[in-house]
């Protein structure tokens, strides 16, 4: 199985995240863009296992989950091929303590995990080609002034497969 731990957002952060993708799309932003039921924050990316009972062990190590998480505003990763449009998390201290202690949990347990560093984000879409000058900012701030708060309450374990042609992340174990 191709698995990940993951912070996943109420219906209401996905909605909000989705109408950002529709203004992107309707401005000629093209490419593979995220469903809205998959939208996550990555906390860390396992790979293919079926040691399930170790993983779990490992998030249920890590101290409560429970933070506030603001969110920040889009951005892209350069690649080859198209880039990856994100929305950003703002720095929050306690997340980063939270990913640190699962990563290195699974570490001690023997997984192989990236010791890059983390740059908290929700993947909007893949191989995004940006119209040449366009700002993906110009459609005006997504968050209009607001501060938009998404409330942690638990870490997820996730699966990652196709099914149908479709990607589906499947939540398999949550630790509160």
Same mark, same amino acid.
């Given at each position: 199985?191709? *698995?990940? !731990?993951?912070?996943?957002?109420?219906?209401? +952060?996905?909605?909000?995240?989705?109408?950002? /993708?529709?203004? !992107?799309?309707?401005?000629?932003?093209?490419?593979? $863009?995220?469903?809205? @039921?998959?939208?996550?924050? !990555? =906390?860390? $990316?396992?790979?293919?296992? #079926?040691?399930?009972?170790? +993983?779990?062990?490992? /998030? &249920?190590?890590? #101290?409560?989950? /429970?933070?506030?998480?603001?969110?920040?505003?889009?951005?892209?990763?350069?690649?080859?091929?198209? &880039?990856?449009?994100? $929305?950003?998390?703002?720095?929050?201290?306690? *997340? =980063? #303590?939270?990913?640190?202690? %699962?990563? &290195?949990? %699974?570490?001690?347990?023997?997984?192989?995990?990236?010791?890059?560093?983390?740059?908290?984000?929700?993947? *909007?879409?893949?191989? +995004?080609?940006?119209?040449?000058? $366009? &700002?993906?900012?110009?459609?005006?701030?997504?968050?209009?002034? @607001?501060?938009? !708060?998404?409330?942690? #309450?638990?870490?997820?374990? /996730?699966?990652?497969?196709? +099914?149908?042609?479709?990607?589906?992340?499947?939540?398999?174990?949550?630790?509160?």
């Amino acid at each position: 199985m191709r *698995l990940f !731990t993951a912070i996943n957002f109420n219906a209401d +952060i996905k909605e909000f995240l989705y109408k950002v /993708m529709l203004r !992107t799309k309707a401005q000629g932003v093209r490419g593979s $863009f995220s469903s809205k @039921e998959n939208l996550h924050l !990555t =906390l860390v $990316f396992i790979g293919e296992s #079926e040691n399930t009972e170790e +993983i779990k062990s490992a /998030m &249920d190590a890590v #101290e409560s989950p /429970m933070t506030d998480l603001q969110l920040q505003g889009l951005g892209t990763f350069k690649r080859p091929g198209g &880039d990856i449009l994100w $929305f950003g998390i703002k720095k929050n201290k306690k *997340l =980063l #303590e939270i990913r640190e202690e %699962l990563a &290195d949990s %699974l570490r001690k347990k023997g997984f192989d995990i990236e010791k890059r560093s983390y740059n908290p984000h929700l993947t *909007l879409g893949r191989k +995004i080609i940006i119209p040449e000058g $366009f &700002d993906i900012n110009s459609t005006g701030n997504p968050l209009n002034g @607001e501060k938009i !708060t998404a409330k942690t #309450e638990h870490i997820s374990l /996730m699966k990652s497969e196709r +099914i149908g042609g479709k990607l589906v992340y499947t939540e398999i174990y949550k630790k509160n």
